[in-house]
Every structure is written in C-alpha cells, then in structure tokens.
C-alpha cells in the first residue's frame, strides 16, 4: 500500500512540471520553458521538414492533450499563414477542462476549402499561468480519422464550451463569429456519440454501455451550451485515478 502511495505521489510531481502535452497529432516541439512563446511555444513552422507534417482529416481528427491544471481553457484554431503569425480561424467552440490528466476531442473538423492545402493547427491553453501554446504543421486531407490510442480522457474530467476572452482575441474576429455557430461534434470507436449546434433545434445522445470510454454529450439550443461528461479510463499513463 504504501509503495503504491509513493509511486502515485511521485507520477503526480512528474506530471506537475510540464504546463501542457500534445499528445496527438504530433506536434512542431514542445519546450516547457518556452510554450508561453507565442504562436508556437518557441517553435517555427518548417513545412520543408516533410517529416514534421501531419494528415489532418478534414473530417473529423482527434486531438489528444494531457493538462498539468485543475482547470484549463482550450482554443483549437487552424491557419494556411506558414509562419503562423496570421488568418486564425477557430476550429471548435472554446472548451472548459475542469480536472488534471489526459483530455480528447476526438472530432475536430476543418472547412472543406482546406482539402489540398498545409497549414498550421494551433492549441491554446487558458490556465493559471496564462496563455500556453503548441502547433502541429498539417497537411489537410479528406475523409475522417478513427480516434487513436493517445485519444483517452482522465477518469475524473469533466468538460463544458465556455467564453474566454483571451482566447478568443487569438482568431480573427470573422472566424470567431462564424465559429460560435458552427456544429460540434464528438464520436468514438464504440462510445457514445452526439452532435450539437448553437443555432440547432434538435440535439442527441446515445449512450454506451462500456464505462470505461463512455462519452456522453449533451446540448441546450439557443445558447450553444454544451456539458461533455467524459469518463473514459486513464489508460497506459503512471496517473492512477
């Protein structure tokens, strides 16, 4: 009992020195000292390094964070500016993290005119110690992608949309707009699945009977309010919850 204890505490110490991971897709390079550096926590884009780029599916890609905060605000945007300093289009409704560990989005979509192009996909994190960013050099591809393994949400996390007005400074303010009524979506190899809009008139859920990748969705219309409950299992990390 008492080695698991220590092995607990230890793995939560390790988890408290980095701000933020991107577990999935592959990011451009992390630097913890560094990921408050706008726009890529320190790292440029470099779309000749072939190896760095991504398929991003237009779709519906996961994306795959493990968050060092109790709270944390996400911003998931994308732009075609190969420096990435401009043309920020938000992706995704902002996203409320409320518990530590590993948090999945596993549908985010891109508007289909980016089918052919490369681009930067940005993450931004809204926490405690402000603004933290990582950036993933895409290729954008049709179709969608089944979520992947590193796709898996902490046992204790829970997630709503919300406002944050540091982050939404961070889109062009044409893109946030369109951004606020666009649908969102979340699906996942044998879990529940649901869609939502803020301008939509009807929402659904269904409900998986595997707890340990359940996720499910509700939406309230009008107000483009959703509440995700996520309680699929921590798994393969040294955080036990």
């Known amino acids: 009992m008492r080695s698991n204890t220590l092995l607990s505490a230890a793995a939560l110490c390790g988890l408290s020195l980095a701000h933020f991971e991107l577990k999935y897709p592959e990011s451009i390079g992390f630097s913890d000292d560094n990921e408050g550096d706008s726009p890529c926590g320190g790292f440029t884009p470099?779309?000749?390094?072939?190896?760095k780029i991504v398929d991003f599916h237009v779709g519906g890609e996961a994306i795959a964070v493990r968050s060092t905060h109790q709270q944390s605000n996400w911003l998931f945007r994308v732009?075609?500016?190969?420096?990435?300093?401009?043309?920020?289009?938000?992706?995704?409704?902002?996203?409320?993290q409320s518990g530590l560990g590993d948090f999945c989005e596993p549908q985010i979509t891109v508007n289909e005119s980016y089918i052919g192009k490369k681009g930067v996909v940005s993450v931004v994190s809204s926490a405690a110690?402000?603004?933290?960013?990582?950036?993933i050099v895409a290729s954008f591809v049709k179709g969608s992608a089944d979520a992947p393994s590193e796709c898996k949400n902490a046992s204790s996390v829970k997630a709503s949309f919300t406002d944050d007005s540091a982050l939404s400074a961070l889109v062009d303010s044409d893109s946030s707009s369109e951004s606020s009524t666009a649908s969102?979506?979340?699906?996942?190899?044998?879990?529940?699945s649901g869609t939502a809009s803020g301008t939509g008139s009807a929402a659904s859920s269904t409900e998986s009977t595997d707890a340990a990748s359940a996720l499910q969705v509700w939406s309230v219309t009008g107000l483009g309010s959703i509440v995700t409950v996520l309680s699929m299992a921590f798994l393969g990390g040294a955080l036990m919850i």
């Open 46 to 51: 470099d779309f000749s390094d072939t190896d």
């Open 79 to 96: 732009t075609t500016d190969e420096t990435a300093k401009s043309g920020w289009e938000q992706l995704f409704p902002i996203v409320q």
């Open 184 to 192: 969102a979506s979340a699906t996942a190899s044998g879990t529940a």
């Open 129 to 135: 110690d402000g603004l933290l960013y990582q950036c």
